[in-house]
């Protein structure tokens, strides 16, 4: 159970007084043996000591910690007395990791970690000639400790793996088609709707390009010109003040409804595309690589999904 607790309780037996009280002398006298006195601090140590070995029996091994780090702090911290308190802190650490296989709390094992690694510093002078092979008994226990503390994040790491699985949303293949189908259509009629405002745009420019040339024939023409030449340059202004008027209703209706469903739609497909990343449904994909002859030099050709 507890490997140190003999020792511990031979050490913490009641120590004998050497001097004898004036009772003892008198009954020394008389022939009688004096009964030597018990350490009272050391005593109650010893009686904290079984306590807690009491505890640990019936695996409360957090009321065992607490007993024996009562006992630990009553000791005195005397030369004669650094086995015992050394002792005891072993036996702390021990019931620590006891207790993580309770209630798997994994500051149990780091503590017990901690109270071994410093004991184990001690060895040498705790120990003598016995030091390598107390030492090589630490150190294993030291190495089992640590193989705990791994396990348990190997554990922890692999049921957080597995929670943030289960809270991963379904990816609903259908409604993504469904959004892929709306977004392209707003894509396909933003750009037709764009392109049909570009035209009027281009309509806008003829139109003020036909009526500056029609103004300047017509103004660098005589009075007594011919009418047919002033006509026909009156015809194409007009024909130009139409264009500018048709162009500017076209580029203002047109590119007004094309570039928002543009942004809109454009906004939501990348949105959609992110969704589908996130659930790992589109990875980036090479699907050929050839080689790319171009004049005055040579390259790579890759194709595939990005």
Do not use: C
Not at 185 to 190: K, P, T
Not at 198 to 203: L, P, Q, T
Not at 248 to 254: E, H, I, Q, T
Not at 292 to 301: E, K, M, N, S, T
Request: overall charge negative.
């Amino acid at each position: 159970m507890i490997s140190l607790g003999v020792a511990v309780a031979l050490a913490l037996a009641p120590t004998l007084s050497h001097a004898a009280p004036p009772a003892a002398d008198a009954a020394e006298a008389q022939g009688e043996d004096p009964s030597p006195e018990a350490d009272p601090v050391m005593s109650e140590a010893k009686r904290l000591f079984d306590a807690g070995v009491a505890r640990y029996t019936a695996a409360d091994y957090e009321a065992a910690v607490d007993l024996w780090l009562e006992a630990y702090a009553m000791v005195p911290p005397a030369f004669e007395n650094r086995l015992i308190k050394a002792e005891l802190i072993y036996n702390v650490a021990r019931a620590q990791q006891k207790w993580f296989e309770i209630d798997r709390d994994v500051k149990h094992l780091r503590q017990s970690r901690e109270i071994l690694d410093r004991y184990l510093g001690e060895i040498d002078e705790l120990y003598g000639d016995q030091a390598p092979l107390e030492r090589e008994k630490i150190q294993e226990q030291i190495d089992e400790v640590d193989e705990q503390i791994g396990e348990w994040e190997a554990e922890q790491a692999r049921r957080e793996a597995e929670l943030a699985e289960r809270m991963r949303p379904t990816f609903d293949e259908e409604a993504d088609a469904r959004e892929e189908k709306r977004n392209k259509a707003m894509i396909g009629a933003g750009a037709g709707l764009t392109a049909l405002g570009v035209g009027g745009v281009g309509m806008l420019v003829t139109g003020i390009v036909f009526a500056g040339a029609a103004q300047d024939s017509s103004g660098g023409l005589p009075l007594e010109a011919d009418i047919p030449a002033r006509e026909a340059a009156i015809t194409r202004g007009e024909a130009g003040n139409a264009l500018m008027v048709i162009g500017s209703l076209a580029a203002g209706v047109f590119l007004a409804a094309g570039v928002p469903l543009l942004a809109v739609g454009g906004s939501a497909e990348k949105k959609r595309k992110q969704r589908r990343a996130d659930a790992g449904l589109d990875q980036a994909r090479v699907d050929a690589i050839a080689p790319l002859w171009v004049r005055g030099g040579a390259g790579l050709a890759i194709g595939g999904r990005f």
